[in-house]
């Protein structure tokens, strides 16, 4: 996984939702991003997917399981808009 879009997504996610106080390496690229980890919750997911949307054309299916998935953590997210490239390619 590129380390470069690793780090862009952590500031995506930071910019997204207005966290102010936390920088990128205060986030864990593994730690969950709802509950115990970031904290997050159910109107950051409908943020995130609608950034996420805007800035990398990724669609997002509101019931789809597989989002579970994409959104358990910063490497998740990066996997999925790698992803996401990778087929525009």
Known sequence: M??????EIKLFVIETLNLEDVGADDID????LFGDGLGLDSIDALELGVGLQKRYGI?????????R????SIRAL????Q?????QA
């Open 83 to 87: 992803a996401q490239r990778a087929g």
């Open 2 to 7: 590129d380390n470069a879009l690793i780090s």
């Open 78 to 81: 990066a996997e999925l808009v």
């Open 59 to 67: 669609k997002l299916q509101s019931d789809a399981a597989e989002n």
């Open 29 to 32: 690229s593994d730690a969950p």
């Open 69 to 72: 998935r994409h959104f358990a």
